[in-house]
């Protein structure tokens, strides 16, 4: 599960940025990198499969 806890971590920063930003930019923001985060290990597992079927 080392990869949960870096995606916890990433997402904490998101949340730990200047108090300036309204809360929905903050849950915005979250949103936005878990998103990306969902993304970025749907690529690297569609990478492994294919690696492994070929």
Same mark, same amino acid.
């Given at each position: 599960? +080392?990869?949960?806890?870096?995606? /916890? /971590? &990433?997402?904490?920063? *998101?949340? *730990?940025?200047? !108090?300036?930003? &309204? !809360?929905?930019?903050? +849950? +915005? *923001?979250?949103?936005?990198? &878990?998103?990306?985060?969902?993304?970025?290990?749907?690529? +690297?597992?569609? &990478?492994?499969?294919?690696?492994?079927?070929?």
């Amino acid at each position: 599960m +080392a990869r949960r806890r870096g995606d /916890e /971590e &990433t997402v904490a920063v *998101a949340v *730990a940025e200047p !108090p300036s930003r &309204t !809360p929905t930019e903050i +849950a +915005a *923001a979250v949103a936005d990198e &878990t998103q990306r985060l969902r993304h970025d290990k749907l690529v +690297a597992g569609l &990478t492994r499969w294919r690696e492994l079927c070929h």
